[in-house]
């Protein structure tokens, strides 16, 4: 044994192998494919390189470690250690060199590939290999003799060092090399963007000597009512800071096809918006960079999800062709760009990745949400909706997955309902009606007491009770349906049918009174008999569009539903289901995925590999456009009714009993047609 | 045979082959591997595929044509004659079948790979192959059970019917994808840049339908003084306008060593000088494109040669570090660009191509040189010289290259010469002195009359007799020499010396009197010993580059010397012998080559194949720096004499017999100088 090569364990990997005494653990490392990340190439300069040796018996391997394993402490160690700190145990990979039989342990943060765990049981944990990694070379000098460019020098060294072959570089960039390479002393970090590891390289950001700064990337949602934004470290992948705004297109329209008419009936009216969101997502961007403790010059890469008429008015391109049949893309495809052709104010070699759209009204963000909840890689049928102004709905599994866009319209944000709000503070957000009282209580965004709780009055003080939002009048119509204040067709009763006094007529009908502070000046927020229409209309295209899905696959029950979206954290399952918005499923199966989007986007920003995933699940996704199928529209006409029990809904039955009451009284046309297109089905 | 597929022969190519009976001429072509143009792909829109089928007995070809043996002229044809004339015994090539055996004729103009033929004997023809071509297709129109973007659509139409797979796009072009395909009923006309068979291919213009005009390139010379652009078809390569404006630089300093120092010592200087230029040649561009008949819109491909510090100032590097040793340049490579990011005013989509730079004083202009003249392609070994504030100086044959730079400075431009001037109208470019009479007879620009002529006088009346440009004073010079009014030190004889009383007293030396029209009030203009000693220091500065390079290939003579530039287009051979400006070769053998630098930018410009060709050949070539060389300082001191029949200059004594006189009194400190250095070397 003892003329052995000494044998080197990697832990956790697992990689063994002999090396030459003597040789660097980062070499070792280099030699067995182990991953230990390194920017500075082994001059002792980055630290990245940290290995944790151990000393003793190790069994599970058959080796025993001596603590002359590993050569002394040394002197770049040293001075390492008395700058910097280097905790205890800890040597760098780079000095300490393999003289015996030796196990070393990488930790995660010298790992270049380091898992990023998502909270979520069934979500994939993110493996790290952003598109932008940093690389410290030393280049050499101009000889007069050998008169090549700085910029090809500089080439060499990156391809000598780093096997980066034929880095191109951005002529902004080119115009600042030779006083950055001598302000280094010819030593540089560069800041090198690559698709993957055999794409063309490009050389986008240039520091002179080695840059300690971490360096960022943003997972943007650009949303039609507000951008948000995660940077992320892209050595770490923690999120760092995280912001948004509204989008300032919305004084040219609220939702997509105001303003795609914006910009049918204005000349310049595109341009105008494209203007808008570029300056708030700059202007964000800033904020952002500035609570990280850090400037934009740092962010480097950015991933857009967004929807297609937000993808086409980011790139500057007019989205009327979005607003009329054949709602034809201009690009469909991935796009790859620099942030200055968007005018981001980022680091001025920044890449921008935008996902790639599905399908005219299925977008980026529908793209992110596949990549977040992979149904192409669900073993069950798992169907998810992304509930916003479009609900963009994918069903799947292995075997394939259909995507399509319902227009639910925007009764789910608030908007249309007579007491409607975003969900912003002072929204009732949380709904429960006493089957016997009759009588409301709730809850309000800012405060966790219900309304009925001591101290409620307190809580709500500064923000009052201003209106109801989405998942508020989602609770109030299913609860007003399970107190039996509602028909099936959707029709409130009067106070003498329900025998409650919070109903009062309002017109040809009649209305439910969740709140009344009118008498103190505060507001008087009603159900009305409009608002569960409007609802009724948006759940029957959310649930028509998961039919139609269903249908195209050829079942009629999915395994598991996925809730997307802010709006989906907020869907109390129970309520959406006796609504009729998803299809039945076990409730324990309904699960929200929160902002998958923003999920998605940070995949994509994190893992380079999962761009190419997500361009090739897409052109494998069938997509299904709602406007021309015939049997949607059927599905709509037959699902804009509120479930009973005598309705096809076997698992529905168990979570809840519904009364069958029906206040048709043939006179109020507002409910009727309702009930006639029921009794059309029956 | 009768049974036989017929066989079709095609000319000049010879190219021949069996087709199916009913084969488009076309696409019989393409199966042949014929070059046939088409830009409609073979939907009789073009007419580019023009061919001329013989009639009649071909024994060459063994074969019979009979009038029959193509189809019929079809309704197509018969409508394009109609609308656009098809000239007599013409087919259209996708129109026109093959029944029977038949010789089809490809007339210059429908090939795609045509010659352009170069006028001088030596000079290789152009093989016509453009980065930029033109591609027409039909595109699928948008679906909603396919919903892939228009782009995606007109890729696919690219990919199907050009074979250019994956094209790519510029992002404002895709903005303004939609309208176009829409105005084009599906049908558009692509200029796609590709730099090869095999290179990613970029849309880089679209226009609706079939487009008509040609598209055009420029091959621009940008240099110190003078930016000159030549306008070509793309398709047949001809050059259709050409025009040149002063360097609008020259107002910060005239030569390039003044303006990296207004960059040093101003703040912003060097980015002035970047605006300066691209607004110059932004002008320059738009003027050619209206002179031309067209607009910049149809201008897509510039190729641009430059020396470095040009070179680095277009692109907004400062020329800094091109000011000091060791000369080191920010990029040596090639650069592929786009036109708008050097605001050239442009079609939005326009490429530009940078040649390589050689080295930190040898730039890509002398790349363009080398692709002209073809050292490296050159059995015989050739002298190519440039002659400008710099001279680039190349010494080669099929073994290798040599080249290097060599500090003339402005003299032979005309500048530091006492009564100098550029080439211009009113300027003296020829000199004879009768060596008998030591009187000067001479021609100005503008005029072919010589100013002893009858007419003469009427001939300048216009321009006047303004100074002595270039060519000119070197004519001068050496006719003074053989004239016996210098001797070979440089200094001019006294009146009594000479016998001449053109020579006057001019402070401590002697001038010598070519013109006097004071009296009249027009210019005195005479050559003076310090005129003498500028253009000694400037050819001995040539010569030493040429003999340095001789050293470093190991030899003392060449076969032969080209004079590049349109300075060098203007030297007498005879006279820069005598002047001992280059080194000796038969006079037959000295030949010019013209604006070689502006010939090679449009080789690059209408092949692309020639860009990697240079590109690989610069790489080859060795590189002298002569401000390290000290053989470089020897050849200099040794070179400023001007040369007396003693020399060892074999050939030149053929050429003219030199005067051995010698004016050198010791009392001349002027001039001194050069003597003691010809005794030094003795």
């Not at 991935?334 to 009204?361: F, K, S, T, W």
């Not at 129970?574 to 998605?600: E, F, Q, Y």
Request: charged fraction near 20%; proline fraction near 5%.
């Amino acid at each position: 044994m003892a003329d052995l090569d000494p044998l080197v364990i990697f832990t956790p990997s697992g990689k063994r192998g002999r090396v030459a005494r003597g040789t660097a653990v980062l070499t070792a490392a280099r030699q067995l494919g182990v991953d230990l990340d390194s920017v500075c190439g082994g001059r002792g300069i980055c630290s990245k390189c940290q290995v944790s040796p151990g000393v003793g018996e190790f069994p599970k391997h058959g080796v025993h470690v001596s603590a002359t394993a590993l050569s002394d402490f040394n002197e770049v160690e040293a001075r390492y250690d008395r700058i910097r700190g280097l905790a205890k145990g800890r040597r760098l990979g780079c000095q300490a060199r393999i003289e015996e039989d030796v196990v070393i342990d990488v930790p995660p943060e010298s790992q270049v590939h380091k898992q990023v765990v998502r909270k979520r049981a069934e979500a994939r944990d993110i493996t790290m290999d952003p598109a932008v990694r940093l690389f410290y070379v030393e280049v050499e000098e101009p000889d007069m003799h050998q008169p090549t460019g700085d910029l090809e020098r500089l080439q060499q060294a990156l391809s000598a060092h780093w096997s980066l072959p034929d880095c191109q570089i951005d002529l902004p960039l080119l115009t600042r090399l030779q006083p950055l390479l001598r302000k280094g002393d010819w030593k540089v970090t560069c800041a090198v963007h690559q698709t993957a590891a055999d794409a063309p390289a490009q050389i986008i950001a240039i520091w002179p000597g080695f840059m300690e700064a971490p360096l960022y990337g943003l997972a943007v949602d650009l949303g039609s009512t507000t951008i948000a934004a995660h940077m992320c470290d892209l050595k770490t992948g923690e999120v760092v800071a995280s912001s948004g705004v509204m989008n300032p297109q919305i004084r040219f329209g609220e939702d997509l096809m105001s303003r795609v008419s914006y910009s049918m009936m204005n000349a310049g009216g595109a341009d105008e918006m494209t203007q808008a969101v570029r300056t708030g997502m700059a202007a964000l961007f800033a904020e952002i960079a500035a609570e990280a403790g850090t400037d934009t010059d740092h962010i480097v890469d950015v991933v857009i999800v967004c929807n297609p008429v937000m993808h086409h008015l980011l790139l500057g391109i007019d989205p009327f062709e979005l607003g009329q049949a054949p709602f034809a893309l201009a690009t469909s495809d991935a796009m790859a760009l620099r942030a200055d052709e968007l005018q981001l104010g980022l680091n001025a070699g920044a890449r921008v990745y935008l996902l790639p759209c599905i399908a005219g009204h299925v977008g980026a963000d529908a793209a992110a949400v596949t990549l977040s909840e992979a149904p192409d890689k669900s073993e069950d049928l798992v169907l998810v909706v992304d509930v916003g102004t479009n609900a963009e709905i994918q069903l799947g599994n292995t075997e394939k997955v259909l995507a399509c866009s319902s227009p639910t319209g925007p009764a789910f944000e608030g908007a249309q309902i007579s007491s409607g709000q975003r969900a912003a503070p002072g929204a009732i957000e949380r709904v429960e009606i006493d089957p016997t009282t009759k009588i409301a209580r709730f809850r309000v965004i800012g405060s966790d007491l219900w309304s009925d709780e001591p101290g409620f009055e307190q809580a709500i003080a500064t923000t009052g009770i201003t209106g109801i939002c989405g998942s508020g009048i989602i609770e109030a119509v299913a609860e007003m349906r399970m107190a039996g204040l509602l028909d099936q067709s959707g029709l409130i009763g009067s106070a003498e049918q329900t025998g409650s006094d919070h109903i009062f007529a309002d017109g040809r009908t009649n209305s439910y009174l969740l709140w009344d502070a009118s008498a103190q000046g505060g507001a008087r927020i009603a159900v009305t008999n409009g608002d569960i229409r409007a609802i009724q209309m948006a759940k029957a295209a959310l649930y028509s569009g998961a039919r139609l899905l269903m249908d195209k696959f050829g079942v009629d029950k999915v395994d598991r539903v996925v809730l997307a979206g802010a709006f989906g954290a907020h869907i109390s399952p129970k309520h959406a289901m006796v609504l009729g918005m998803i299809p039945d499923a076990p409730l324990d199966k309904v699960t929200s995925a929160g902002n998958a989007a923003g999920t998605g986007a940070r995949i994509a920003l994190l893992n380079r590999a999962a761009r190419a995933e997500i361009e090739a699940t897409v052109r494998r996704i069938e997509k299904i456009e709602t406007a021309v199928e015939p049997r949607f529209q059927e599905h709509f006409v037959n699902a804009s009714a509120i479930p009973n029990s005598a309705e096809p809904f076997p698992i529905l039955k168990s979570v809840v009993s519904l009364p069958q009451v029906d206040f048709n009284t043939g006179g109020s046309g507002g409910a009727g047609g309702g009930g006639r297109r029921r009794r059309r089905r029956g």
